[in-house]
């Protein structure tokens, strides 16, 4: 009888540490993407254990009791990174809006929206975009209040599936934010000047400006947007370059709304993280961000996702182009550039997450090579966000997100927009 008890309490035991080790994955790819060196190399074994890659190699023994995936007629590479998202904005498309609205209104729309309504949101179009291949990203602001850092909590915590997050929590601009004259009846009421928050900080004056910084990182931000030109005074070169400094010196990076060539000069000037949609940019301005190493979010949405956005065929004709003619200049001028879909619009008929991977269709039209766009889509993402000691590559000590794909995104980029395979933080969120 105690023979017997003392057996069962070994095997409980036994059992107990079983399950307490983390399970092992061997994932087969019959041919594996490495972005940064625009390297293939066949028939490789991706050794996963629990959320972290282990070993990576053609002669990588699959250990016995491996849970054993075959993607041995695919292409495998580290998940995607979208470094300009709004996952807290906009599920209902512009058929809920006036027609020929801008962003404007856009943003009008979310002020009628709580924040629980707003996370809610998050939490659907967060899931979307994973599904869709995208492991990390960077929500850069229009939230509410916190809607995103909520999010992100909730996505660590394991409580509903998305990509990792870097949140920008508020974004800080002169006042007005991003409403136009264009909103009266919301946030451009003088009877209600206080309608802008909390989805804008407005800050003026050196003293807003740092108080915005500190308590914006103290509610969880991780990244410092700001608006640089989006009314007609714009913040100058010393502005932008004391708020760098305030944000640097608590070791977070700066992401700067442009859309006007003064207000990117302004940014490249002052030595900006990254210098979001950048439309206007001049070869002068671009080569002063190569010079200043800021990084080139461009945001550059199709023609039919400029009219999705309530512009008419003309004026998206002519942004489009505007956008293509961006793209090659800051390519042929050497200006990095990572991947941002600045998707806040549904699309009848698509997913979130097939959106904002509809917007490479327009980098894939200015003719940049296929091996830079994947760079851009994970490698160039991870540095600026700064996580590229463990996300971006498949290499053994890294996070566990991976994807697949039908083709070679080296010989077919578009097969990107199909992405057969999702793993995040070791664990399977589409097989
Ligand atoms: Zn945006």
Same mark, same amino acid.
Request: hydrophobic letters at 40%.
């Given at each position: 009888?105690?023979?017997?008890?003392?057996?069962s309490?070994?095997?409980?035991?036994?059992?107990?540490?079983?399950?307490?080790?983390?399970?092992?994955?061997? !994932?087969?790819?019959g041919?594996?993407?490495?972005?940064?060196?625009?390297?293939?190399?066949?028939?490789?074994?991706?050794?996963v254990?629990?959320?972290?890659? =282990?070993?990576?190699?053609?002669? &990588? $023994?699959?250990?016995?009791?491996?849970?054993?995936?075959?993607?041995?007629?695919?292409?495998?590479?580290?998940?995607? !990174?979208?470094?300009?998202?709004?996952?807290?904005?906009?599920?209902?498309?512009?058929?809920?809006?006036?027609?020929?609205?801008?962003?404007?209104?856009?943003?009008?729309?979310?002020?009628?929206?709580?924040?629980?309504?707003?996370?809610?949101?998050? *939490? $659907?179009?967060?899931?979307?975009?994973?599904?869709?291949?995208?492991?990390t990203?960077?929500?850069?602001?229009?939230?509410?209040?916190?809607?995103?850092?909520?999010?992100?909590?909730?996505?660590?915590?394991?409580?509903v599936?998305?990509?990792?997050?870097?949140?920008?929590?508020?974004?800080?601009?002169?006042?007005?934010?991003?409403?136009?004259?264009?909103?009266?009846?919301?946030?451009?009421?003088?009877?209600?000047?206080?309608?802008?928050?909390?989805?804008?900080?407005?800050?003026?004056?050196?003293?807003?400006?740092?108080?915005?910084?500190?308590?914006?990182?103290?509610?969880?931000?991780?990244?410092?947007?700001?608006?640089?030109d989006?009314? @007609? %005074?714009?913040?100058?070169?010393?502005?932008?370059?004391?708020?760098?400094? #305030?944000?640097?010196?608590?070791?977070?990076?700066?992401?700067?709304?442009?859309?006007? #060539?003064?207000?990117? @000069?302004?940014?490249?000037?002052? +030595?900006?993280?990254?210098?979001e949609?950048?439309?206007?940019?001049?070869?002068?301005?671009?080569?002063?961000?190569?010079?200043?190493?800021?990084?080139? *979010?461009?945001?550059?949405?199709?023609?039919? %996702?400029?009219?999705? %956005?309530g512009?008419?065929?003309?004026t998206?004709?002519?942004?489009?182009?505007?956008?293509?003619?961006?793209?090659? /200049?800051?390519? =042929?001028?050497? *200006?990095?550039?990572?991947?941002?879909?600045?998707?806040?619009f549904?699309v009848e +008929?698509?997913?979130?997450?097939?959106?904002?991977?509809?917007?490479?269709?327009?980098?894939?039209?200015?003719?940049?090579?296929?091996?830079?766009?994947?760079?851009?889509?994970?490698?160039?993402?991870?540095?600026?966000?700064?996580?590229?000691?463990q996300?971006?590559a498949?290499r053994?000590?890294f996070?566990?997100d !991976?994807?697949?794909?039908?083709?070679?995104?080296?010989?077919?980029?578009?097969?990107?927009? /199909?992405?057969?395979? &999702?793993?995040?933080? +070791?664990? !399977?969120?589409?097989?």
């Amino acid at each position: 009888m105690i023979e017997r008890s003392l057996l069962s309490m070994a095997l409980l035991l036994l059992l107990s540490m079983v399950s307490a080790s983390a399970q092992v994955t061997a !994932i087969r790819a019959g041919k594996l993407v490495d972005p940064e060196s625009g390297q293939t190399s066949s028939n490789q074994v991706i050794l996963v254990e629990g959320r972290t890659i =282990r070993a990576v190699g053609s002669d &990588v $023994a699959i250990p016995a009791g491996a849970k054993v995936i075959d993607l041995s007629s695919m292409t495998v590479m580290p998940g995607l !990174i979208d470094c300009h998202t709004h996952v807290c904005s906009g599920v209902v498309s512009r058929r809920g809006l006036p027609r020929k609205t801008s962003r404007g209104g856009q943003l009008s729309y979310d002020l009628g929206n709580t924040t629980a309504y707003r996370a809610i949101q998050g *939490v $659907a179009n967060a899931r979307s975009m994973l599904e869709s291949g995208f492991t990390t990203i960077r929500d850069i602001g229009n939230a509410g209040n916190y809607a995103d850092v909520d999010l992100r909590r909730a996505i660590t915590e394991g409580l509903v599936p998305g990509p990792t997050m870097i949140t920008a929590g508020r974004i800080i601009a002169p006042f007005g934010g991003q409403y136009a004259p264009s909103d009266r009846g919301y946030a451009m009421n003088p009877e209600r000047p206080g309608l802008g928050a909390p989805e804008y900080f407005y800050a003026d004056t050196r003293d807003e400006l740092r108080k915005a910084i500190r308590e914006n990182i103290f509610y969880g931000a991780q990244v410092i947007k700001i608006v640089v030109d989006d009314q @007609r %005074y714009i913040y100058d070169v010393d502005d932008i370059r004391f708020a760098v400094e #305030e944000a640097h010196r608590a070791r977070v990076k700066l992401a700067a709304h442009c859309v006007t #060539e003064a207000g990117a @000069r302004n940014a490249a000037t002052a +030595g900006v993280d990254s210098i979001e949609h950048g439309f206007m940019m001049s070869d002068s301005v671009l080569a002063l961000a190569k010079q200043n190493n800021v990084v080139l *979010v461009g945001t550059d949405f199709t023609r039919e %996702y400029l009219q999705e %956005y309530g512009q008419d065929a003309e004026t998206a004709g002519r942004g489009y182009v505007r956008s293509l003619d961006r793209i090659r /200049r800051a390519y =042929r001028i050497g *200006v990095e550039q990572a991947f941002g879909s600045d998707v806040i619009f549904d699309v009848e +008929g698509k997913t979130r997450g097939e959106v904002c991977l509809s917007i490479l269709d327009t980098y894939v039209a200015a003719g940049l090579p296929n091996g830079y766009l994947l760079r851009m889509l994970t490698t160039n993402g991870a540095r600026l966000l700064d996580v590229d000691n463990q996300r971006g590559a498949i290499r053994a000590g890294f996070a566990a997100d !991976i994807i697949a794909t039908a083709d070679n995104p080296l010989d077919r980029i578009e097969t990107l927009k /199909r992405v057969q395979f &999702v793993m995040r933080e +070791g664990t !399977i969120i589409r097989q």
